[in-house]
DNA sequence: CGCAAAATGTTACCGCTGTAAACATCAAGT
DNA sequence: ACTTGATGTTTACAGCGGTAACATTTTGCG
C-alpha cells in the first residue's frame, strides 16, 4: 500500500490512454488499468467521475496531440513556402491518424463520450482552428462563410481517407494504391481540396 | 414457454437491429434484446455464437441495406443521366449515413467486430462495387487502378462528410453551411471528386 | 507545533453483463 | 414409436462499473 503520490492522475491517463491505443478504447477496463498502475480499482473514482469521464479525458488529449501536429505559423512565409507548410500538416494528420488508430476512432466515433464537455470542445476546436488558419492562408475566398465551408470540405476529405485506410486489411490488393496516395498525398489533396470553391457564398 | 418459433432469429436480429440504432451498438445487452423479443437470454446463443457475431450480422445487414441503396442499372443510359444517377447514389449515401447513423457508426468502427468474416466481407465489396461501376462509366480514365484509386478518393470523400455531419452539434453555427452541402450535393461531389485523376497510372 | 479538515487510498458490496453447462421440450425421420 | 438433433430454459460463474463506509495521509490554520 503506497499513499501519496501526487501524479497518479496523469499516470493513469498515461496508462489509459496507451492502453486504449493497443486494444481498442472499448476493450478498456477500470479494474485492468487499476491494476497495471497497481492501485485499487476504486483509486480511478478519485481522480475521474466514472468511466465516460475517463474516456472523455483521454479523447481530450487524443485532440491536444492533434493540434500539436497541426500547428503551423505563417507569418512571414511566402505563398509557396505556406503552401508546403500546409499540405505537411495535411499530411502530419494522415501520419496522426495512422499511428494513432484507436484513439482516433475514439476521438471521431459517436459515442457519448465528452458530450457537451467543454475542454474537449475546446480543444477540438482548437485543432479545427490550425486547419481554418491554413485554409484562409492558402485559398483566395470571397467571405469567411466560404472559408468554413472549405475547411470541412478539406477535413472530411482528409478525414475520410484516414477512416479508409485505417479500415482497410493490409492484405488487400489496394495496399499499392494506399501507399502511392500516402507518398504523394499532395497530389491526393490537389484533387479532392485544392480547387477553389463555388458555394458557400 | 412458446416453444419452435421458427423465426426467432430473424427476429432477434431485427430488434437487435433497431435497438443498436435507437441506442447505438455499444449499448446493445443481449439480456435486453432477448427480454424485448421475449425469450430467455441465452436462447440467443441457438442462432449466434455470441455477442460479437450478433454484432457482425448486425453490420452485414447494414451494408446489404447500403448496397441496395446504391444499386443503379448504368445500360442503356445516356451520358447525362448516367451522371445524374450517379450523383442521385452519391447522395442516397449520404442520406443513409444520416438516417441510420447508430448503424452507420458500427459498420465504420474500427472495433474488431466482423473481422475476417466472409459474409460481411462480400456484403462491404458488393457495397463497393456499386461504387466502383459508378466511376468506371462516368469517368474517363485509362487503367482499372485509376478507376480503383479514383473510387477510393470519392468515398474517402463522401464518407468523411457523413462522418463529420453525423457529429457536429445542431446548434453549431455551420449548421446552415451543413444544409448547403446537403441540397447542394451535386456540388460539393463536383468540388471534391470529379475531376480526372493525375494519378494511379 | 498540534489538531481539524480535506484529499486520497482501500475494502466490501450491489446489480448488471456475457458466457458455459446441464437440462427440458419440441420437430423430424426411420 | 422411438431416437436424434434443434431449440429454449434454468442455473451458475466470473468480470465489469459504480456506491458506501472506512482508513490513512496530506494540508492548512490556530
Redesign the interface.
Known amino acids: 500500500m503506497v499513499y501519496h503520490r501526487k501524479k497518479l492522475k496523469a499516470e493513469l491517463l498515461n496508462t489509459a490512454y496507451r492502453l486504449c491505443e493497443t486494444n481498442?478504447s472499448?476493450q478498456l477496463s477500470l479494474r485492468v488499468l487499476a491494476a497495471e498502475v497497481g492501485v485499487s480499482h476504486t483509486a480511478v473514482y478519485r481522480h475521474f467521475k466514472n468511466k465516460n469521464d475517463l474516456l472523455t479525458a483521454i479523447k481530450t488529449e487524443g485532440f491536444d496531440r492533434l493540434g500539436s501536429v497541426l500547428q503551423v505559423n505563417y507569418a512571414g512565409l511566402t505563398a509557396t513556402q505556406a503552401m508546403d507548410e500546409f499540405v505537411l500538416a495535411a499530411a502530419n494528420y494522415v501520419q496522426f491518424g495512422l499511428e494513432n488508430?484507436?484513439i482516433y476512432?475514439l476521438m471521431?466515433?459517436?459515442?457519448?463520450v465528452g458530450l457537451n464537455n467543454k475542454d474537449l470542445a475546446d480543444q477540438r476546436q482548437r485543432a479545427f482552428n490550425c486547419l481554418i488558419t491554413g485554409v484562409a492562408k492558402n485559398f483566395e475566398l470571397d467571405s469567411p462563410?466560404q472559408c468554413?465551408?472549405k475547411s470541412?470540405?478539406i477535413?472530411?476529405?482528409?478525414?475520410?481517407?484516414v477512416?479508409?485506410l485505417?479500415?482497410h486489411n493490409p492484405d488487400d490488393e489496394?495496399q499499392s494504391?494506399v501507399d502511392?496516395?500516402i507518398n504523394?498525398l499532395t497530389?491526393?489533396l490537389v484533387?479532392?481540396?485544392f480547387?477553389k470553391?463555388?458555394?458557400?457564398a
Request: with cysteine; charged share 15%.
Open positions: 481498442g472499448e488508430r484507436q476512432a471521431f466515433s459517436q459515442s457519448d462563410k468554413l465551408n470541412y470540405q477535413w472530411a476529405s482528409v478525414h475520410g481517407l477512416d479508409i485505417c479500415h489496394i494504391n502511392w496516395i504523394n497530389t491526393y484533387e479532392t481540396s480547387n470553391p463555388t458555394y458557400g
